[in-house]
């Protein structure tokens, strides 16, 4: 089974920096696309940064220029670095993962999974 370990988030002051990890483990045979989602409370799941396997990245307006997402393809992980950090940061942040398995009939198969979340809270 395939599993995904974050780590990273925690308190933080107005203008401090933090960085996610996430870690996918199992029987994976290629990731393709490796995202963070935030989900602030009550609110709707939201995408904030994505990368693909070539390592061409993907930002919301939002959060363009002071987060940086990355991934270490050899390690299966990617992290995503938060600056100059906002109240309106607050939130829970969720990897998410798309990527294919090789089953036991020898075929490809496409899956994604999500991160149980990481807390980030920014307050002064």
């Known amino acids: 089974q395939v599993q995904l370990e974050e780590s990273g988030g925690g308190f933080v002051r107005p203008g401090g920096s933090l960085r996610l990890s996430c870690a996918a483990s199992g029987s994976i045979y290629t990731i393709n696309a490796m995202e963070w989602y935030r989900q602030a409370p009550g609110s709707q799941r939201e995408l904030v940064a994505s990368?693909?396997?070539?390592?061409?990245?993907t930002y919301a307006d939002a959060w363009k220029g002071r987060f940086t997402i990355a991934r270490d393809n050899a390690k299966n992980a990617v992290y995503l670095q938060m600056s100059n950090l906002k109240e309106e940061d607050t939130a829970v942040y969720l990897c998410h993962v798309e990527y294919m398995i090789k089953d036991s009939d020898n075929l490809y198969k496409f899956r994604e999974l999500w991160g149980q979340g990481t807390l980030v809270n920014v307050s002064s």
């Open positions: 990368i693909v396997s070539g390592g061409d990245t």
